[in-house]
């Protein structure tokens, strides 16, 4: 008995330190992966696009701000709401619907759909096929939040036909029937 007790604060322990291993790996790959710094390497216009006019400016490039006032409303960050603001502008979307704690009837038209990180799984795995079905765009905020929306995110890449891109911080889903369905990391 004496072994059984000492070894349930060692197997937490290993536990532990397993996932703060896990968390410093993925947070050091996250600040030095340059793959496609600039656009270097990435070989489609659709994609060379959004790497020059929306991951690469710091400011919102058009006059509508929208998007961004109900982001940062919600409690998202400045980075993050200018990024999504311009994404916007530039895919030229009809609507945008921010998703939290309540589905929500997703409209016809080209829809820029976001997933607030506080979504439920459940709520993801409902609304998801709603959106990838069709042409639109869907973002999943804070996609690694936990082991089980990270193997959504994975998932929902391999399920539908598009294009998605990981950003470690965000994951985009665009579907278009004109694009060629692939992954990028950026």
């Given at each position: 008995t004496g072994v059984q007790t000492c070894a349930l604060p060692i197997l937490?322990?290993?536990?532990?330190?397993?996932?703060?291993?896990?968390?410093?790996?993925?947070?050091?790959?996250?600040?030095?992966?340059?793959?496609?710094?600039?656009?270097?390497?990435?070989?489609?216009?659709?994609?060379?696009?959004?790497v020059r006019n929306v991951f690469m400016k710091n400011r919102i490039t058009g006059s509508d701000r929208s998007l961004y006032q109900a982001l940062i409303k919600r409690g998202v960050g400045q980075k993050t709401g200018i990024l999504l603001q311009n994404l916007y502008t530039h895919c030229q979307m009809d609507q945008y619907v921010l998703i939290g704690n309540s589905?929500?009837?997703?409209?016809?038209g080209r829809v820029f759909c976001v997933l607030l990180p506080q979504t439920p799984l459940d709520i993801i795995a409902t609304v998801a096929p709603q959106t990838l079905n069709r042409p639109c765009c869907l973002v999943m905020l804070s996609p690694y939040?936990?082991?089980?929306?990270?193997?959504?995110?994975?998932?929902?890449?391999?399920?539908?036909?598009?294009v998605s891109v990981d950003r470690r911080v965000i994951m985009l889903y665009f579907v278009d029937p004109k694009l060629q369905p692939q992954h990028y990391r950026i």
């Open positions: 937490a322990l290993i536990v532990s330190i397993k996932r703060q291993i896990f968390r410093n790996y993925f947070r050091l790959r996250g600040k030095i992966h340059v793959r496609h710094w600039r656009g270097h390497g990435v070989h489609s216009p659709f994609m060379y696009g959004i589905t929500y009837e997703i409209p016809n939040r936990t082991t089980q929306k990270w193997k959504l995110a994975r998932q929902l890449c391999n399920e539908y036909p598009c």
